[in-house]
Each structure stands twice: as structure tokens, then as C-alpha cells.
């Protein structure tokens, strides 16, 4: 569960978010929509504690992280997967180490890791690119790849910042699916998107988010905008 | 606690291979500033050593007494000279005694000097000074006795060696702390070229909620490692250099500075700590220092 009361962030003059209240409760699907710099990437990093806000709260799970040490940070981050648009795999690192560093983060077993990390990799379909390195991969499955180490810790969100922005349609298509699944199981998803079809396809829960402030909220929702 | 030690020097291994390139940059600049620091080190204990050792035969006075000087006369010297703060000892030399000495330097031929029908040589004191600033002032006072022919001391020439050892050990140390300046710099460059190659990795590690500690742990037994190689490799270098360098000049420097080379094994004896020492904290100061400001990034 996330919730906002009355955040404000503010770089210099700008809001980049104004009084910003929502919650988002387990298991939502929630798409972030808005023009660039609206403050959908504040919101994520507010979430994630790479920045802090300048007043409100934020409750991740209850409590408030606003108030978290730097000590308390890598916890809070290991109940979040995180996806990103470019991937953010290390290239000089096997598919299977990639997955693997973030059970190796949690101190895992070596015999966990070799264990669940097949068991992940057969899930997103990509099994058999195991001992392949990045640069190899197709963009769609090196997206597999970065979805495979965001939630092979059973996270309970799962954030995505423009997750199919560099995927052709039918890729993202299928990439979108695999979200889907992982929501239905259970995992609560944020999604940054510029995507209109995407939104529109799935009609789940859009926020639409602008200089700041959030100006639509429903469920079932729509695009709504042109860019 | 081991587990995250194992996984450190797992990951360093695994790093340093994945990167020889820098791993080896690295080891080349760490083991050519050590081997340049320890060659500096070496001439300075030598030359600290040698100084020593010509102080020590140079701290005595040779004063050549009249010989109308009664002994008496020669124990109110002495006296007076004992009183002085430079001086920790005074011993009267009688012209027997001065000419066994010069037989026994004189080895196989001391039988030349039987022939002589009469000792020429003069009774005399020999002052040990305990200070060789004090010493042109000491001569001085012994010259002003009544009844003193002559006194002997090598002023000028201790004052030389002294002054050559002097500038020696200045401009070392200074080209020592030079050399350290240089190669701390050109160290954390190399880390730091390491560590902005791996930028992208310290933050996808962050974002997979990894602790800072998870993070410098590698990077830190990476650093220390490649500082404990560097420092064996120059080790093993300066230790062959000297061997050699004692076996084949040992002999020389005797006859040109009447003093012998330190030990090598007293020399390693003492390197061995200084360069693991100066290599582990190169290492791990080159990757903390360099780390810190992608640590704090995100």
C-alpha cells in the first residue's frame, strides 16, 4: 500500500508535485500519465527515497518513509521491484548473475539462487539466454531479463518507468502481459507510461498527473490526452 | 559477516579478471611507485647507516704532547678537558703504547719499525668526543695547553660527509613525499576510472535495495588486493636488485667509505611491513575515496 498526504517537492521555483494526496492499495494496477516533466519521475523517486519530500507524508506498508535513515533506505527498496526503460542490466554480467545479484543483495544462498533463478527466467520465457550476456538480447528480452530481477524477491510492488518505451508494439504487447500476470498475483503495480494504446487496451486505473498536480484519478480509465 | 567477506573476495576475483586491463594498470602503477619509493628508502637507511659509522671514527682528537711534558701535566689536561660537556672520555696514549698500536696497523711489516734506534713518536691524549658539534671548539682548547705540539682533527672532512649525507637524505625525503603525491594521484585516477566504468553498476545495485557496505565491500577487497600484489611483486624486485647490488659492490663501497651496506635481511625485514602497509592503504583509500561520490548519488 502507497500512500500520499499533502506531498510537495519542489526543485528551486517549480512544484515538480503540489499538495499531491492518493492512495494506492494492494494488488492495484495503477498507470502514471502526464506530459514530460509533470512530475511522474519525482513521484517514482519520492517512492523509492532517492529524494525526500519537502513536506507530507508518504506511507509505503504504513509507515513513514519521509522519516526513513539513509540506514533503512536498501530495506525499503527490497520490497520494490523496479523496471526502467533502458533496461539497467550489467553488461558485463551474465543474464543469470544479473537476476542473481538481486537475491545475492538479500544474502541468498547460493543454492536458493541456483534454485529460483532458472525457475524466474523459465517464467518471463527466457531460460534458455541464461549464460548469454545483455549485448546478445533482443530488447525484448533483455526487458524479460530486468523484470525477472525485479521481482524474483517477491516484492510486494512492482515500479515501472516507461517500461515498453523502447519495444516495438507487439513486443510490448507481450511485455504488458507479463505484467498483467504479475499483478494478478498479487503484486501491486505503478506504471509510467506515454503509451496511449497500452492504457486504453488494458483500462485499468489511470492518474494523471500535470505541473505538479494530480488532475484525474479513475479506474477503468483512458489515455486521455495527446502528447 | 564471513558470508559477505566471501562474496567480497569472490567479486573482487571475478572483477579483476572481467576487468585485467585496469587490474593490471593499476598493479603497474602501484608496484613502479613502491619499487621507486623503496630504492629512495634504501639510500637513505644506507646512507644514514654509512654517516653513522664515518661519525664514529671521525669523533675522536688526537693531541701529540711536547716531550718536556711531564705526565702530571698530562693528568691536569685530562682532567680539565673531562670536565667539558663535549667530551666523554680522555686517554693518555704514552709513546709505547703509540708505537704497538702503529706496529700492529703496520700487520706483517711491523718489523720494519725495530730498526729504528729511537721512538719518534710523541706521547699523546686521545679525546672521544660525545658531541661533534663541540668538537672544533674542544681542539681549539687542547691547542692552548702549554706543552701541546700538535692537535689533530678532522674537522673539514666530517663536516663534508656530514654535509653530503645532509642534502643526500634532504632530497630523498623530498622526492619520497614528491613521488607520493604522484602516484596517490595517479592511483585514484586508475580506481577512478574503475569506478565510473561501474557507475551504472552501483546504481542498479542500489535500486535492487543493496547496502552501501554490499556495495564497497568488492570494491574495497579489490583495492587491497591489487595493493598486496603490487606490494609482493616490488618486494620480490628490491630484494633481488640489493642482493645483487650488495654482492657486487659490497666489496667497494668497504674500501671507498670504510662501512659496509645494511643487511639485506634486516632491509626486507623492515620493507616487507612498510610496503604492505603503504599497498593495502593505497588500495583501499583509492577505492573508498573514488566510491564515495557514486555512493552518494542515488
Not at chain 1, 513513514?64 to 520490497?79: A, C, E, G, H, V
Amino acid at each position: 500500500m502507497i500512500e500520499f498526504e499533502n506531498v510537495t517537492k519542489s526543485f528551486g521555483e517549480t512544484d515538480a508535485l503540489h499538495e499531491a494526496n492518493i492512495l494506492i492499495e494492494d494488488g492495484d494496477f495503477v498507470f502514471l500519465v502526464g506530459p514530460s516533466g509533470a512530475g511522474k519521475s519525482t513521484f517514482i523517486k519520492l517512492i523509492l527515497r532517492e529524494i525526500n519530500a519537502d513536506s507530507g507524508r508518504i506511507l509505503v506498508d504504513g509507515q513513514d518513509i519521509t522519516r526513513f535513515s539513509n540506514r533503512q533506505i536498501p530495506k525499503l527498496r527490497r520490497d520494490i521491484g523496479m523496471v526502467f526503460q533502458d533496461f539497467r542490466l550489467l553488461p558485463h554480467k551474465t543474464v543469470f548473475e544479473n537476476v542473481a545479484l538481486a537475491m545475492e543483495v538479500i544474502h541468498a544462498t547460493q543454492r536458493t539462487i541456483k534454485r529460483q533463478v532458472p525457475q524466474i527466467l523459465s517464467v518471463m520465457g527466457i531460460e534458455d539466454k541464461a549464460d548469454e550476456f545483455p549485448d546478445h538480447l533482443s530488447a525484448g528480452e533483455q526487458q524479460r531479463v530486468a523484470i525477472a530481477r525485479a521481482i524474483i524477491n517477491n516484492p510486494k510492488m512492482l515500479i515501472a518507468d516507461e517500461p515498453t518505451g523502447n519495444l516495438d508494439p507487439d513486443t510490448a504487447w507481450e511485455i504488458m502481459q507479463l505484467i498483467d500476470i504479475i499483478n494478478r498475483r498479487g503484486t501491486t503495480v505503478v506504471m509510467v507510461t506515454h503509451a496511449k494504446d497500452i492504457v486504453n487496451r488494458m483500462g485499468k486505473r489511470v492518474v494523471a498527473i500535470d505541473h505538479g498536480h494530480i488532475v484525474r484519478d479513475s479506474v477503468g480509465g483512458e489515455y486521455g490526452y495527446d502528447d | 559477516m564471513i558470508k559477505n567477506l566471501f562474496y567480497s573476495l569472490k567479486q573482487a576475483f571475478i572483477q579483476m579478471w572481467r576487468n585485467r586491463g585496469m587490474t593490471l594498470a593499476s598493479l603497474f602503477s602501484i608496484t613502479a611507485m613502491l619499487l621507486i619509493l623503496g630504492l629512495f628508502f634504501f639510500l637513505t637507511v644506507n646512507v644514514s647507516f654509512m654517516t653513522e659509522s664515518v661519525k664514529e671514527q671521525f669523533d675522536t682528537i688526537e693531541v701529540f704532547l711536547e716531550d718536556s711534558t711531564s705526565y702530571e701535566e698530562a693528568q691536569t689536561m685530562m682532567e680539565s678537558l673531562m670536565a667539558l660537556d663535549d667530551v666523554s672520555n680522555v686517554e693518555y696514549i704514552s709513546k709505547k703504547q703509540a708505537m704497538a698500536e702503529f706496529k700492529e696497523r703496520w700487520g706483517e711489516n711491523g718489523y720494519l719499525l725495530d730498526g729504528l734506534s729511537e721512538n719518534p713518536l710523541p706521547n699523546s691524549l686521545r679525546v672521544t668526543l660525545s658531541n661533534l658539534q663541540g668538537g672544533e671548539l674542544t681542539a681549539s682548547i687542547c691547542r692552548n695547553f702549554i706543552g701541546v705540539e700538535d692537535v689533530r682533527y678532522y674537522q673539514t672532512e666530517i663536516n663534508k660527509v656530514l654535509a653530503i649525507s645532509d642534502a643526500l637524505q634532504k632530497a630523498a625525503m623530498v622526492i619520497i613525499i614528491f613521488l607520493v603525491i604522484v602516484s596517490v594521484v595517479v592511483v585514484s585516477n586508475t580506481v577512478k576510472l574503475t569506478v565510473m566504468a561501474r557507475r551504472d553498476e552501483i546504481m542498479i545495485m542500489k535500486y535492487v535495495g543493496a547496502t552501501n557496505w554490499f556495495i564497497r565491500g568488492p570494491m574495497l577487497a579489490e583495492g587491497m588486493l591489487i595493493g598486496m600484489i603490487s606490494a609482493v611483486i616490488s618486494l620480490g624486485i628490491i630484494w633481488a636488485l640489493y642482493e645483487k647490488m650488495v654482492e657486487m659492490l659490497g666489496d667497494q663501497a668497504f674500501v671507498l667509505f670504510s662501512t659496509t651496506f645494511v643487511e639485506t635481511e634486516f632491509m626486507m625485514f623492515n620493507l616487507v611491513w612498510i610496503f604492505l602497509a603503504l599497498g593495502l592503504s593505497i588500495g583501499a583509500f583509492g577505492s573508498i575515496i573514488s566510491m564515495r561520490r557514486y555512493l552518494n548519488e542515488a
